[in-house]
């Protein structure tokens, strides 16, 4: 793995002549804690320098933006690594305090002449309250950060952390799944005491969390049980604790809906939009569940849920692209296997050619998670076509098709209109039962015939 190099020895040493420069951040926790963890960008704190002195300081050896003057932060480009990928936070220490509900408004004050232990003592959990002074390499840790990774603990700086940034009981989550920690007994404590502040939150700032989560560990389920445990699921995302206790009777699933589709996200790839299909993929079944005889039937189940998910993806803020994609993995997630060359080549259509890969890995995450050992060989197969398939190149989509829109309207002289797209429509269901029909002067000769059956009212054609 290759290493993110940060600030030269020549920036150090500027620095140094007049202040003291710490490393901070994630960095520095995450080299306490593995190894082999991913290398993170440097973040620095300087004491000892006014602001406006080590902006000038600085400048001198690179790209200088104020864009979080207010609060301290400096943005900074070393010359020597002008590539514009690596921009280092350079701030001053400082005090924060909480103004208004859900840390939307709070006051910064910075000052040089704060200690760099007066700046930990702010910040959220003791693992992320420690920093290395890169004039002696000595780690300065006043809360015991350190400690607490060795007995791999997530703890609180102060007992009123929670109600500064509520933001932090998610966060608190997302990092003990990540790094396989528990909550420290008083922060878990606190945790469920505040755990009503999370609606004060943005749903921009709860996305950003639930992403980190799903991406970053390797077992995202734990934190969603933690989630559920200390009542912050039902806060954030309601219709999955649904989903807790609803057993699945017939011998298919050994977990309750809760527990298999959180299962599902640990099977799944760590790409986003598989990973929150798989969490969403049976979402409705609590509603949709009728018991029979032998069993249960959850019949419509992806229907429903492809609507639900829509709107869970839409209240935390999700992107259009994520939110469609999303939700078509949700409403397919019960394909069948046993297809037709020509079912084969619908499945791609409705899919897309990258698409119908991530539900192929969202079925065989979902066997998985079922406890059951199920078999995915029948996906694999289908795989398999699907790739035959895409190599021979047959039409999927109106863009395929040899004839576009404007050849049907210069042909027969017709207007633009939404009779155009009806034509195109027709001829690529022709197409994709037969491949070999992609002929334009076939296709034209088809396109007459369906206009022709129109005028005469075919009932086919109606």
């Known amino acids: 793995m290759e290493k993110i190099a940060g600030l030269s020895q020549k920036i150090i040493k500027a620095i140094l002549e007049k202040g003291k420069v710490y490393e901070v951040g994630g960095a520095v926790r995450d080299k306490y804690i593995s190894p082999i963890l991913p290398d993170k960008d440097k973040d620095y704190l300087v004491t000892g320098i006014p602001l406006d002195e080590l902006c000038l300081l600085l400048s001198r050896f690179g790209k200088v933006d104020l864009v979080g003057k207010s609060f301290g932060v400096i943005k900074f480009l070393p010359f020597d690594r002008f590539d514009g990928e690596h921009v280092f936070d350079i701030t001053l220490p400082r005090k924060e305090y909480s103004t208004g509900p859900g840390h939307k408004d709070f006051k910064v004050e910075y000052d040089h ?26 780690l300065v840790d006043p809360l015991n950060g350190r400690k607490d990774i060795k007995k791999r603990l997530i703890r609180i700086t102060h007992p009123h952390s929670f109600q500064d940034d ?12 990540r790094f396989e920690f528990e909550l420290e007994k008083e922060t878990e404590k606190s945790l469920q005491e505040n755990v009503d502040l999370i609606t004060t939150v943005s749903p921009e700032r709860i996305q950003e969390e639930l992403n980190k989560l799903l991406l970053k560990a390797k077992y995202p389920s734990a934190g969603f049980r933690l989630m559920q445990k200390v009542g912050l699921l039902e806060k954030i995302l309601p219709e999955l604790a649904a989903g807790v206790g609803v057993s699945q009777p017939g011998g298919y699933h050994a977990y309750d809906v809760f527990e298999h589709s959180i299962l599902t996200v640990d099977f799944a790839p760590r790409d986003l939009v598989i990973r929150l299909a798989a969490l969403f993929h049976d979402i409705s079944k609590p509603e949709t569940k009728v018991l029979v005889e032998g069993g249960a039937t959850f019949y419509g189940h992806e229907k429903k849920g492809a609507q639900v998910t829509q709107r869970i993806l839409k209240r935390l803020r ?23 060359d020509k079912g084969v080549r619908r499945l791609i259509r409705k899919m897309g050619e990258e698409l119908v890969f991530s539900l192929l890995e969202l079925r065989r995450a979902d066997v998985a998670a079922q406890g059951r050992e199920g078999s995915t060989k029948d996906v694999d197969e289908l795989e398999e076509r699907i790739r035959l398939e895409l190599k021979k190149k047959p ?32 001829l690529l269901e022709m197409v994709l039962d037969d491949p070999e029909l992609n002929q334009k002067e076939r296709l034209l000769k088809e396109a007459e015939f369906f206009l022709r059956n129109i005028s005469t009212g075919s009932p086919e054609q109606k």
């Open 113 to 138: 002449n704060l200690k760099v232990e007066d700046d930990l003592l702010r910040r959220d959990f003791t693992i992320n309250a420690m920093a290395e002074d890169l004039a002696t390499g000595a």
């Open 166 to 177: 509520p933001l932090r009981m998610l966060r608190g989550i997302q990092f003990a799944a």
């Open 318 to 340: 999700y992107s259009n692209q994520i939110t469609e994609q999303v939700t078509l993995l949700v409403d397919k997630h019960m394909f069948t296997t046993a297809v037709t």
């Open 395 to 426: 039409p999927f989509g109106l863009k395929d098709l040899k004839v576009n829109g404007h050849d049907i309207m210069n042909t027969f002289n017709i207007p633009p209109s939404p009779l155009v797209g009806q034509i195109l429509n027709y």
